[in-house]
Antibody, heavy 118, light 107 residues
């Protein structure tokens, strides 16, 4: 069974940094392209970014609002995906989900809450 | 970016009603479309993938159809557990985009 478990969400001050993680199991993590999606309180879903597999050179892409501030990385030896968030703003407050497309369906984790507030 | 336009934004219906939600893509996405149900405080729950494939364990009253730019989610007979927000998502391009959501509320 595919499982994605996010962790690391916290309360951070504006301008601060935070790294959240996603532990994966139930599939060959090293072959998977992994994404982050976020949802601000009371709002819709927003794609944050994606990292390809190392076989596909591990290329990353980001949504415009986070480009230059957020960085996605992976540790295939630990089956873990990371999202490093720098220069955080109040508008980055959201639940952050990791997700992956395996064949047809997209699999999601349960999310981790990041709150940016002074 | 592929824009996803979902309608209606809110839908008032009664238990037993047939309900249809529409999602339109700004360009062709073939059948790379998913439908989700979300309840307060919970992660989105996948209902339909590849436009019309029902995820295992999802009740058969949910169905999806469409291809290209026009897609629909149909609930054949609305049940009390179905009152929630529904989102469509395209994953044809690496930059996933989502509809703005449809809130299905009790009439």
């Amino acid at each position: 069974e595919v499982q994605l478990v996010e962790s690391g969400g916290d309360l951070v001050k504006p301008g601060g940094s935070l790294r959240v993680s996603c532990a994966a199991s139930g599939f060959t993590f090293s072959d998977a392209w992994m994404s982050w999606v976020r949802q601000a309180p009371g709002k819709g879903l927003e794609w944050v970014g994606r990292i390809k597999s190392k076989a596909d050179i591990g290329t990353t892409d980001y949504a415009a609002p986070v480009k230059g501030r957020f960085s996605i990385s992976r540790d295939d030896s630990k089956n873990t995906l990371y999202l490093q968030m720098n220069s955080l703003k109040s508008e980055d407050t959201a639940v952050y989900y990791c997700a992956t497309l395996l064949g047809g369906p997209v699999h999601w984790g349960q999310g981790t809450l990041v709150t940016v507030s002074s | 970016d592929v824009q996803m336009t979902q309608s209606p934004s809110t839908l008032s219906a009664s238990v037993g009603d047939r309900v249809t939600i529409t999602c339109r893509a700004s360009q062709s996405i073939s059948t790379w479309l998913a439908w989700y149900q979300q309840k307060p405080g919970k992660a989105p729950k996948l209902l339909i993938y590849k436009a019309s494939s029902l995820k295992s364990g999802v009740p058969s009253r949910f169905s999806g159809s469409g291809s290209g730019t026009e897609f629909t989610l149909t609930i054949s007979s609305l049940q009390p557990d179905d009152f929630a927000i529904y989102y469509c998502q395209q994953y044809n391009s690496y930059l996933w985009t989502f509809g703005q959501g449809t809130k299905v509320e009790i009439k």
